[in-house]
């Protein structure tokens, strides 16, 4: 009988050599991927373009079986919540009416003070038709790509708010990286101390808040926005609520890929900067803003095509 | 009735045999692309396992000729590819646990049941840990580590519901190679 035990057999040099060729290559692979991230990110395109067909098949019976398995749980539930919704509803019902005095009070203010109007901004509704949940990706597969004018960089919301950012865009496809992601970093601002902050995914439900400008509290239930800075991410989108206190302060997020069917791919702009005075019709005015006008023309027109901040993937 | 020349039997018999060479790479290959099928069944909740390991465990003990180390390499590098992950990540985790299984063969051979369960675990841990050194090198800081224990955890909570697929592969490799010949 062979004697069973834990021994460390040495392979000879041309038995370990293919294993040795391979390691090499993956941790080529793992450089490469950091440096041509491009050359990854398009067979990814392309293998989800072609497998889109089957994706949105697949999905189907299963969203209807989590729909159905949710009815059928809803069932034992269905008296309390129907309480708590009622409580809820009737408390909602007197926000409305601030929140319909408080638009109408803004809306006189801007008129009295001739301001410029907030620009709306355009969206593509997709479908999602895959997520990922592995331990260092989390990431979504919805059903439109470069062919419906998405791309990389764009806000990626649903009713409840801001979900990702488009990382890879195929033709008919496009990836999100999730803010729970380890990859995804947005500016956000905090409410009502308006204090900014960069949210930091982790892989965990809750992302992590990197304080940054400010020196206001940060308290549990604080509302969490998007900034709008680095031009990438449109203004005051609705991202989650403060849980846990200043430095170890997390954020709970309104939205979540898990219920996620429908979403918006918001295609913001930055808005153009203001064009200086054509110096043949308006030569007093060049004068007169010399002094300022550098600042404005050193942004180049087609500056909003490449956003300063990218996912880091 | 007409003597079928051996040449033509060759011929016919070739397809064969490559196909059930091939089963072992194959098998690994599907073992990804439904452990990275993009729908989740927990809501997101828990991480997609590692299916493919158990794959290449299998035929790394059984029969490494068919799972050599430059198959191991093709399948993490797919895993990478299709999980959206850092490619390099799940490839050398893999190959980590292939020179474990390559070292310890004899050793690994002996063991059954529970024991072929704690082995398979030891194996799992090694990837793991091989992917999580080259994800936090890739992200330049330490990750955290529970999402990829939970991964090890329901890996090594399926891989006895895999065996018998595994096992029903490999009768398959050996009645393919021998009609063939």
């Given at each position: ?79 309390s919540e129907n309480a708590q919704l009622r409580q809820e509803n009737a ?223 | ?181």
């Amino acid at each position: 009988m062979v004697r069973a035990g834990w021994k460390w057999t040495r392979g000879r040099g041309t038995k370990q050599l293919p294993i040795l060729i391979c390691a090499v290559i993956a941790v080529g692979a793992a450089v490469a991927g950091r440096t041509h991230a491009v050359f990854f990110d398009s067979a990814r395109a392309a293998l989800s373009d072609w497998s889109a067909p089957a994706l949105s098949g697949l999905r189907a019976p299963l969203t209807a079986m989590q729909s159905w398995t949710g009815s059928v749980a809803g069932i034992f539930t269905v008296y309390s919540e129907n309480a708590q919704l009622r409580q809820e509803n009737a408390e909602l019902h007197k926000w409305q009416q601030v929140a319909l005095s408080l638009e109408d009070r803004l809306r006189r203010y801007q008129q009295l003070l001739n301001a410029v109007p907030d620009e709306k901004t355009p969206f593509i509704t997709a479908r999602v038709i895959g997520e990922s949940s592995r331990p260092f990706v989390r990431t979504m597969i919805l059903n439109a790509g470069t062919a419906n004018q998405v791309r990389k960089g764009q806000a990626v919301v649903d009713q409840r708010g801001l979900l990702g950012r488009i990382y890879v865009s195929g033709e008919n496809t496009s990836w999100v990286i999730l803010l729970t992601d380890l990859n995804s970093r947005v500016p956000v601002v905090i409410e009502p101390s308006h204090r900014r902050a960069i949210l930091a995914g982790d892989n965990t439900p809750a992302p992590q808040l990197e304080l940054d400008v400010g020196e206001g509290p940060i308290r549990s239930g604080d509302r969490v926005l998007s900034t709008g800075d680095g031009g990438l991410l449109p203004p005051d989108l609705p991202v989650g609520v403060v849980t846990g206190n200043g430095e170890n302060a997390r954020v709970v997020l309104f939205a979540t890929a898990a219920s996620a069917d429908a979403v918006n791919i918001l295609d913001y702009r930055v808005p153009e900067p203001p064009v200086p005075a054509d110096p043949a019709t308006a030569v007093p005015a060049k004068t007169s803003s010399s002094a300022t006008s550098p600042a404005v023309a050193a942004v180049p027109p087609d500056s909003r095509e490449s956003p300063p901040e990218e996912p880091d993937r | 009735m007409t003597e079928r020349s051996p040449a033509l039997f060759l011929l016919l018999a070739a397809p064969s045999r490559l196909f059930g060479r091939l089963i072992p790479i194959l098998v690994a290959l599907l073992l990804v692309g439904v452990a990275n099928l993009p729908i989740s069944f927990t809501g997101g909740l828990l991480p997609a396992p590692a299916l493919a390991l158990a794959a290449i465990w299998y035929w790394a003990l059984a029969r490494p000729s068919l799972m050599p180390p430059y198959a191991v390499l093709l399948i993490g590098l797919v895993e990478d590819l299709l999980s959206g992950g850092p490619p390099g990540l799940w490839a050398t985790g893999f190959l980590a646990g292939y020179v474990l299984i390559d070292r310890q063969r004899k050793t690994l051979l002996e063991v059954n049941g529970a024991g072929n369960v704690v082995s398979f675990t030891g194996v799992m841990v090694v990837a793991a840990a091989g992917a999580y050194a080259v994800a936090s090198a890739i992200y330049l800081r330490l990750l955290p580590i529970g999402p990829l224990l939970l991964e090890t955890i329901i890996t090594v909570i399926l891989y006895p519901l895999l065996q018998p697929v595994l096992h029903f592969a490999d009768r398959n490799i050996t009645r393919l190679v021998r009609s063939a010949g």
